[in-house]
C-alpha cells in the first residue's frame, strides 16, 4: 500500500510541475523569471529588451489568478520572450513598489531597456487584454 501512495504523490503531484525543458533547462512554455530586479534591469540594458515586472504579494488572490490564467496563456508566454520578466514580492522590496507607484495588486509595469517606465497595467487581466497591454509596451519600447 505504501508504494501505491507513492506511486500517486509522485503522479499527481511532482509530474505536473516538472514539463518539458528546452536545451538551456528551461521549462518550455513559461515564462522565463530573473531571479533579482538587479539583475533584470542588468540584463535588460545588455540585451536591449525591455522589461516586464510583475509586483505581487503571496497574500493576494488576485496576483494568483493572474499566474494561473494569465501568464500560463501559451500566447502570453510566447510575447513574454521578448521582454526581460521579474517578480517582485513587495512585502520583501516596499522601497522598489513606492519607486514605481504601486498601490494595487497586482501591478505590473513595462519599463523601456534603460528602466523608463513605458506601460503600466493595474489589476488582473485575461490573457487576450494582457498581451494588448504587452505589445502596447513593445510598440512603445521601439519608439511607436
Known amino acids: ?14 509530474l505536473p510541475c516538472c514539463g518539458e525543458k528546452d536545451a538551456k533547462g528551461v521549462e518550455k512554455g513559461r515564462i522565463k523569471w530573473v531571479s ?7 540584463l535588460a540594458r545588455e540585451s536591449k529588451k525591455p522589461m516586464m515586472v510583475s509586483f505581487f504579494s503571496d497574500r493576494c488572490g488576485w496576483c494568483r489568478v493572474l499566474e494561473q490564467k494569465t501568464y500560463a ?4 508566454q510566447e510575447l513574454a520572450d521578448r521582454f526581460i520578466s521579474v517578480k517582485v514580492d513587495v512585502t520583501e522590496d516596499p522601497m522598489l513598489s513606492r519607486q514605481y507607484g504601486v ?3 497586482p501591478t505590473i509595469v513595462f519599463m523601456d531597456s534603460e528602466g523608463k517606465v513605458i506601460n503600466k497595467v493595474i489589476g488582473f487581466r485575461d490573457a487576450e487584454p494582457f498581451r494588448a497591454e504587452m505589445q502596447k509596451a513593445l510598440n512603445k519600447a521601439k519608439g511607436g
Not at 533579482?36 to 542588468?42: C, L, P
Not at 496563456?73 to 502570453?76: E, F, I, K, R
Open 1 to 14: 500500500m505504501r508504494g501505491l501512495t507513492a506511486v500517486l504523490f509522485i503522479a499527481l503531484f511532482v
Open 73 to 76: 496563456n501559451p500566447a502570453v
Open 36 to 42: 533579482s530586479f538587479s539583475e533584470a534591469k542588468r
Open 103 to 105: 498601490m494595487g495588486l
